[in-house]
């Protein structure tokens, strides 16, 4: 009986020392962050963080923060409104320098409005614009080379204004794509297709093809008024032109980013059925990336301030959410025509800055932008998280007269309750 006892009380110290570590070992999550994804139930927001590049974003290639410095070399007429430079192309690497192409505008008044526009006065920031370009030796000094696409007379393509270009090199010729305005910009609204030019050198001189090659929607369709931003990659073989347009606009025009594809830089283009393929951004900045497409998406939308990836350049996902990202950015991609699987990724371009003094003096400035999301460099103070804004940023984001009147509406109602 004894013995029976004995084992009994054994056993019931064991179990309960079991239940004890069983109580103890309620697995929770651990102190150290797992760098795989751990077996044991997990929340939603858990399961998404192990579907980014790493668990934490000073690990994760496709997160950035964004450095930012002044060029040297365009005058802006001491920033009165009358010049303005802005939508930079990507930065192509030529002759032993660095070479960007950009809208130029340099009219007698700053943008007047739709309205008030005329054969000499703009309608907005980009009309009566022309295609400029810059070379430079370090990516900091610039010198302005003079124009590459101007104005082409009526009826062409973009006799109105020619704006925002992006750089193609294709089979050692190459090809600019730009917007070609019919009526000034704001008459109905940023209505445009894409036109382009070509050369045998990056220095010119270029030929306008004098046709539309990515033409705008049908009747209806998505993009059927706007074909902004064209932005052409060497991907899979083919020329993978990505553009923007604008629609919806109830009461805001909502922005998203199309896909046209080419095995012919001057067409034709056939726009990728699941367009649009990024449903937020303006502007938006792509690149090579392994062995696919990644893209800074700015501004507009659910998803903006975020870099996105698509293995297939086409299905993009959210790979990283950041902050102070570039506006229309250029990035310098070296691999961006070499149809590459393997893309490197990008460490600077140049992007721009709008309105850069007041709406009476509405103009943009180039500037240089720096960062990391590139898998050849690994710069820990680009992967930081919090980007230090000054007192002064929130104070100057303040509330305006009926954000004030409802507040104090709110209180009097307590009051009285
Ligand atoms: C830019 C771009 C296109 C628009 C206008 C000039 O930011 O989206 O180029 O037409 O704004």
Redesign the pocket.
Known sequence: MKKQLFIYATLCLVLSGMNNSTAQNTESFPFVLPKEKPNMPLSASMERNYSYIAPRPEDNELFSQFKYTMLKGFDYNNHDGTISR??PSKVIFENGKYYIWY?KRHTPTPPQGAAKSSSTIPS???DLSEIWYATSKDGFTWKEEGVAVPRPPKPNVGWRSV??TDILKWKNKYYLYY?GFMEA?GKRG?D?PVAVSYSDSPDGPWTPANKIVIPNGEKGAWDQY?I??PYPIVYKDKIYLYY?SDFDGDPRLVRMQGLAIADNPLGPFKKHPLNPVITSG??TTLFPYKSGIAALVIKDGNEHNTIQFAEDGVNFKIAAITELMP??GGPFIPDVFENTKDGRGITWGISHL?NYTNWSQNHSILLRFDCDLSQDIHDPIMKRHQVPYKPEVYFSQGLNADQRKRIKEETRKLKKE
């Open positions: 802005r939508d809208t907005s920031d980009w704006s925002t917007q910009s940023d445009c706007s902004h931003d923007k303006h502007e506006k229309a709008t």
